[in-house]
Structure formats: structure tokens, C-alpha cells
């Protein structure tokens, strides 16, 4: 392995500076609430996925993947989204209306997974507190084009600013749906088994010890944070004052890890990343 191999980004990416935030657990929540929206993108992941069964497993795969892909050699990152595109090439679904089958690697299906991800991964870290530069939002767009690429997209099909990712939302809603597959999906996200028997047992059966009421703030948190149109279609307000609320949960959520020490909030990947960041610049 080159011990100077800085990967797709690098410590002078907008990308290293935004996913140096732990804040960012709340926004994959956020975007697998926004990914519920899209029939299809739904289907594919209920007809060929075990997430009810292994949750926490697939959350700890998810983010290994996206750690790779920020944080790994130029190789490592390559061969992560080899395999993504070879395991999706096989798979596919049934469409919920139509009955058609269909690919799950279709292009119009990876483009709203990825920039649902890369928007929720932007958005909950400025709301959060995270000083970014319209320049710099826009500089992360572009580069999570390289990200785009790894899963087999062609780059210069998917938005790389943040007018082009309104514009992109914009030209999508007419097909997202609240549907059954949806709703029950979204009702899992807000209350998944808990891991490793963390929660204590109480009346009627229910878990409702510590990890789970604050895993329910996080939840809460996270859909708060969906656009306005998304909340009025999960049933719930559009209006500023629950955006107000989610941005308040946010910055308070962030200031409390942040006084996690680092060797607690960064994961392997990161520090091996750091570590070639360093040998590097020294040599």
C-alpha cells in the first residue's frame, strides 16, 4: 500500500473537512427517510434486503463503505465500489404499481440514493453549526462526483452544485410516494431493535431504557431536518418552527460530541487516512 496515497480527496477536500463531523450519524438517518420517498429506490431495498433482520449490520456496512470511499487509498476506495457494483448488478426488484421488473443499478435509481446521501450529509452538518462557504458547498458536490462514479455512475450526469441539487429535487418529487413499503420502513428507522440487549425491559414488554429514548431524539431529530415538502408527505409540518426545533437539536447534539475525545469519535479508516495525511507532508 503507498503509505502516501491520499485517496479520492485528501486533508485539503471540502469532503475530509465535512466528514470530520460524528453529526453525521444523524444525516444518513436523514437521507434513508428521503430514500424511503422514491417507489422504486424502496422496493429494491425491501425486495432484496435483510435490514429488518440485521439493522445494526447493515448501518456498520453502510458506514464502512463511506468511510472507504472518503478515507481509504485511491485502491481501497476502488475496490469498495467494484464490489458495490457487482453485488447490485444482480440483484433485482418488482415495481410496486407496474409489476415491472427492474435493475436496482439503473442509473435514475444510484442518482437519488447518492445525492439524497451527499445532500443529507451537507445540510445536517451546516445546520449543525459547521461553517461551510457557498464556494465550499458547492466544491463538495463536485467532488462527491468521484463517489458517484465508484457505484457506476457517469460523473458529469449528477449534480455537482447546490443549484443543481435543488434543481435536481425539483425535477423528482412527481414521483416520490408515500407508500405502504415506505411507511413501514420509516417506522422501522424511528424504532429499530436495539443492540445488544442495551435497553431495559419495562411494562407491556416495551424497551424503553436510556439508548432508546435517545435514540428517539435522534430520530426525531433527523426527520425534523427533511425538507418541507418531504415532512408534509411523512404526515407531519412544513413549517419553519419545526425546522427551528430540529436546527436547535442538531447544534445541541453536535456540541455533546464534540466533547467526545477524538480517539472515541474517529474510526480507523480516519485515523489511517490521517496518519498517510502526515507522512506525506513530513516527507
Known amino acids: 500500500m503507498d503509505s502516501d496515497d491520499l485517496g479520492l480527496f485528501g486533508p485539503g477536500s471540502v469532503t475530509w473537512k465535512l466528514h470530520e463531523e460524528p453529526i453525521l450519524i444523524v444525516a444518513g438517518l436523514r437521507s434513508l427517510y428521503l430514500q424511503a420517498l422514491h417507489p422504486r429506490a424502496m422496493a429494491g431495498v425491501a425486495q432484496n434486503s435483510n435490514y429488518r433482520r440485521d439493522a445494526w449490520g447493515r448501518l456498520v456496512r453502510t458506514a464502512t463503505y463511506v468511510g472507504t470511499t472518503v478515507y481509504g487509498t485511491t485502491a481501497e476506495a476502488e475496490e469498495a465500489g467494484r464490489r458495490l457494483r457487482t453485488l447490485h448488478s444482480r440483484l433485482r426488484a418488482t415495481d410496486p404499481f407496474t409489476g415491472e421488473e427492474f435493475r436496482i443499478d439503473q442509473p435514475d435509481l444510484l442518482r437519488w440514493v447518492h445525492v439524497t446521501e451527499v445532500e443529507s450529509f451537507l445540510s445536517t452538518a451546516r445546520r449543525a453549526g459547521l461553517a461551510l462557504t457557498d464556494a465550499e458547498v458547492d466544491r463538495y458536490y463536485t467532488e462527491q462526483r468521484r463517489s458517484a462514479a465508484l457505484v457506476g455512475l457517469d460523473p458529469q450526469d449528477v449534480p455537482g452544485t447546490a443549484a443543481e ?14 407508500t405502504k413499503e415506505a411507511a413501514e420502513t420509516a417506522l422501522f428507522l424511528t424504532a429499530p431493535p436495539i443492540p445488544w440487549k442495551l435497553s431495559r425491559p419495562v411494562r407491556l414488554g416495551l424497551h424503553l431504557g436510556p439508548p432508546r429514548w435517545a435514540y428517539l431524539g435522534i430520530a426525531g431529530t433527523a426527520l425534523g431536518l427533511l425538507p418541507a415538502w418531504a415532512r408534509r408527505m411523512y404526515g407531519g409540518l412544513g413549517l419553519p418552527t419545526t ?41
Open 165 to 178: 441539487v435543488d434543481d435536481y429535487y425539483r425535477r423528482v418529487r412527481p414521483e416520490l410516494r408515500m
Open 243 to 283: 425546522a427551528l426545533s430540529a436546527d436547535l437539536s442538531v447544534r445541541a447534539l453536535r456540541l455533546a460530541l464534540a466533547a467526545v475525545p477524538r480517539r472515541y469519535r474517529e474510526g480507523p479508516l480516519q485515523q489511517a487516512a490521517k496518519a498517510r495525511a502526515a507522512h506525506a507532508t513530513a516527507a
